[in-house]
């Protein structure tokens, strides 16, 4: 990522907010005007005491001093009276400029960061599987949560530094040639050497901060990965493990932070001794001058004082510079987020394709060839034909290839050759979100969110009223279950429903697939954790479905009990189908299919309750 392309990403995420930013200047500006007023009114009032008669007021004094109703009990009392005033007013302006600046900044830096993070999240969620199958977890959490973090500070913070050195800079230099020209030029001569010691620190620092943002990022992603498998980290007693592979990280975070500090200490001790040698030289160079007669000491004083306005600003801005450099590294980390390809949309060109309809659930596949990596396929030249509303069983070894046919069904991963079709539809010209909206999927290993069982099924279909929930629970056996719970479809289940067993997180996912009532169902082994008895009762609902919505199913399983009542049923073996046929067929004819139903005891034929038939 090139700094044009961060300085790019930077101005993009400011418009709306530019406007607020440019104020925040104006006020701060005014502010630092009215404030830097005072060191020359100290000026004012420490000659009025010390030249006495022979002070020279400016004229805008001497007018104030005749619109004030002050007594005079000497010469010198009305112009400290009116400085006194002029100081106490300038200082109340000056705060309430820079009172407006830091909630104009407010506004801006959080509005800012608000819309980067939906920017990011929106970006996250539209990024292909293929992403997220490599993505570190961790990683991604620290780029959404730490490097954003550093972001907002530089949009609140840093900006708004550098902008005030500049300001002080332009505000500051002016005063100090009007004062003496002598005394300005010489309370330059530190400068050049800080803004370079400052640039070189920063080049210097900048890579230091990837190193810590690395160690960090490597740190949280044990820490999400050991709280996600606490169970496995117990069930094999890995704790000492686990607690020393975290801790070698974070003291790998710890020796990173501690060489980032080292440089840091280092550039402020040298620029502390920069800053304090110029004040010594200033003042050394003044005091001389003052005893020659050719300097005042309220000009001295102000001169320090100006010196101290400038000077220390300066050299934080090392420190300024040095934040950047970690808020440029994470703009880094975040802008390569940004820039990964996202799902491939469709362009809506016609008003039928706005307002999609349901399609029907027949599949045909012809010659479909996929694979995750190039030379590699997992599905090979495979073709299959499914009418609308009936049952289709896809068994096959570990690697078959059985997953990934009902991902790329979803529309999770494209095909690079062959032709899908749904319903009559090629899959590729359809929308995404419309695909997905018209299949319903049940992983072996659901996902839940912590929140009520309510809401986890609600999930198929966010508008379903409680009856209609009820009722996918029941086809998906699981409503006695939820009701035996103390508060029925209202309790809380843990994080990814932890606190359900294997079998309930399947019928509760499926319920959720049923609520949503598409044309087609996918079960992706997803009765593998239910008894036969509950898991009969559960094919008699998608057989009643089935009739009812003219809804294709699609069974993965291993266990021929779930399978051998299908319409059709395939082996897959390598990518390629292996077996076709139905149950009786392929029992009794040497294969893979046979070998299954000798290790599990399944005859070739028998005569099955009609109640258990799925198909037609």
């Not at 300085?7 to 925040?24: I, M, P």
């Not at 002070?55 to 009990?73: Q, V, Y």
Request: aromatic share 8%; proline share 4%.
């Amino acid at each position: 990522m090139t700094d044009h392309s961060n300085t790019q990403l930077l101005w993009t995420l400011t418009k709306g907010f530019r406007s607020t930013y440019a104020a925040a200047i104006g006020a701060m500006a005014t502010g630092y005007l009215c404030l830097f007023s005072a060191p020359m009114l100290a000026k004012f009032s420490i000659d009025a005491i010390i030249e006495g008669d022979n002070f020279s007021p400016p004229m805008w004094l001497t007018r104030l001093i005749h619109w004030l109703p002050i007594k005079a009990e000497s010469d010198i009392f009305p112009y400290l009276i009116a400085i006194s005033i002029s100081t106490l007013l300038l200082t109340l302006l000056s705060g309430l400029c820079l009172f407006l600046r830091g909630r104009f900044v407010a506004i801006a830096s959080e509005g800012i960061t608000r819309l980067f993070r939906d920017r990011l999240f929106n970006h996250l969620e539209h990024l292909p599987s293929s992403f997220h199958d490599s993505a570190d977890t961790g990683d991604l959490v620290q780029r959404c949560t730490s490097d954003l973090e550093n972001v907002r500070i530089f949009m609140a913070s840093q900006v708004m530094e550098i902008a005030r050195v500049s300001l002080i800079v332009l505000l500051v230099l002016p005063i100090l040639f009007t004062l003496d020209a002598n005394m300005a030029w010489l309370s330059l001569l530190s400068l050049p050497l800080l803004l370079l010691s400052s640039i070189a620190f920063f080049q210097r620092v900048k890579s230091r901060f990837l190193l810590v943002d690395q160690a960090e990022a490597c740190m949280t992603s044990i820490l999400q990965e050991n709280l996600t498998g606490i169970r496995v980290v117990k069930a094999y007693a890995r704790q000492d493990f686990e607690i020393e592979k975290f801790s070698s990280a974070n003291a790998d975070f710890r020796d990173q932070n501690t060489r980032l500090l080292g440089l840091i200490g280092i550039f402020y001790g040298f620029s502390d001794l920069i800053c304090l040698t110029q004040i010594g030289i200033l003042l050394l160079a003044g005091s001389l001058w003052v005893i020659a007669g050719s300097l005042t000491i309220g000009t001295l004083f102000a001169f320090l004082t100006y010196e101290s306005i400038i000077i220390w600003p300066i050299r934080h801005l090392g420190r300024v510079l040095t934040d950047s450099g970690k808020a440029i590294v994470s703009i880094d980390r975040l802008s390569e987020l940004l820039l990964e390809p996202r799902e491939s949309e469709l362009q809506i060109s016609s008003p039928e394709a706005l307002a999609p309809k349901r399609l029907q659930g027949g599949i045909v596949i012809e010659q479909l060839t996929f694979g995750y990596q190039p030379n590699n396929p997992v599905l090979e030249n495979l073709s299959l034909n499914l009418d609308a509303g009936q049952t289709l069983a896809i068994l096959g070894g570990p690697g078959s290839g059985k997953s990934t046919l009902c991902l790329l069904l979803m529309r999770l991963y494209d095909y690079p050759k062959g032709s899908i079709t749904l319903g009559g539809e090629e899959l590729s010209s359809l929308d995404r979100k419309h695909v997905r909206s018209q299949i319903s999927i049940v992983p072996q290993e659901p996902f839940l969110y912590a929140t009520s069982i309510l809401n986890n099924i609600k999930i198929g279909n966010l508008h379903a009223d409680q009856q209609a929930v009820e009722k996918a629970a029941r086809q998906a056996n699981i409503h006695s279950a939820i009701m035996s719970f103390p508060m029925g479809y209202h309790t809380i289940v843990g994080e990814r429903g932890m606190t359900l067993s294997g079998g309930q997180r399947q019928r509760l996912a499926l319920a959720r697939a049923l609520l949503k009532s598409p044309p087609v169902i996918i079960l992706d082994d997803a009765l593998s954790a239910v008894d036969t008895q509950t898991e009969a009762s559960i094919l008699d609902a998608l057989k009643e479905n089935c009739r009812r919505l003219n809804q294709t199913t699609l069974i993965i399983a291993h266990r021929l009990s779930t399978v051998m009542h299908a319409d059709k049923i395939i082996v897959l073996n390598k990518g390629k189908i292996a077996q076709s046929g139905n149950h009786e067929s392929l029992a009794n004819q040497p294969g893979i299919y046979q070998k299954l139903c000798e290790i599990q005891a399944i005859p070739s034929f028998q005569s099955y309750p009609p109640q258990l038939a799925v198909g037609s």
